[in-house]
């Protein structure tokens, strides 16, 4: 079935270390988003992508990096440059061409706790 | 900045109808009102979407103001399940960013 895969469900990490976090697509969207979410909060958007090998960034995106390097895979890297890491952590994607209309596509999440 | 605004929480009687409002009152021409909801410890999920008219489907039922200003989300009869955090967001034709706000959680009691 078509969708989208996000790993690893939980993670713990030491303070001072990166940790990637993966997403992958198999719905043939080009569009694909990354956000954080904390407890009680809504999505906050932290780097975005339309197109293999482009991205933005978002409005939280100090701390963090990603690739698009392939259409079906968006990583994310937390660094240790991220103040506060520990989060829920969404990756959704979207057809180009459907800005307005598409409907977005979430992962299950992945859930960052820093020890 | 999210561009509409819900209230925070909002409860609501099982087997009653519930009504999500939402305000945007700076929406332009193009822009779809979209809505989705999160369950608990999940991503969130699509639940409609519309410009002007009305639209039922079968989770809900949006009803548009003439105006465009503001949205209502009807849950028609609430059950358990539809505790969660519903998100109004709006989808313009060249938005490349999509900005969720805080949404409103709601409580469904038995």
């Known amino acids: 079935d078509g969708g989208i895969t996000q790993s690893p469900k939980y993670l713990f990490r030491k303070e001072g270390q990166n940790v990637t976090l993966s997403c992958e697509q198999n719905l043939n969207h080009d569009a694909m988003y990354w956000y954080r979410q904390d407890p009680g909060q809504g999505l906050r958007l932290i780097y975005y992508?339309?197109?293999?090998?482009?991205?933005q960034k978002g409005d939280i995106a100090e701390g963090y990096s990603v690739s698009r390097e392939k259409k079906e895979s968006f990583p994310l890297t937390v660094t240790s440059a991220q103040k506060n890491p520990t989060a829920f952590y969404l990756c959704?994607?979207?057809?180009?061409?459907?800005?307005?209309?598409?409907?977005?596509?979430f992962g299950e999440g992945s859930r960052l706790t820093v020890l | 900045d999210a561009k509409t605004t819900q209230p925070n929480s909002m409860e609501s009687n099982e087997e009653e109808p519930v009504h999500l409002p939402c305000n945007h009152s700076?929406?332009?021409?193009?822009?779809?009102i979209h809505w989705y909801r999160q369950l608990p410890s999940q991503g969130p999920e699509y639940v409609i979407h519309g410009l002007t008219s009305n639209v039922n489907n079968r989770m809900a039922s949006l009803a548009i103001a003439e105006d465009r200003k503001s949205s209502t989300l009807i849950l028609h009869r609430a059950t358990l399940r539809d505790a969660a955090v519903y998100y109004c967001?709006?989808?313009?034709?060249?938005?490349?960013?999509?900005?969720f706000g805080k949404g409103t959680r709601l409580h469904i009691l038995p």
């Open positions: 959704a994607s979207i057809p180009q061409g459907h800005m307005n209309t598409g409907e977005l596509f």
């Open positions: 992508s339309q197109i293999v090998n482009d991205f």
């Open positions: 967001i709006l989808r313009g034709l060249r938005d490349d960013k999509i900005i």
């Open positions: 700076t929406i332009s021409g193009t822009d779809y």
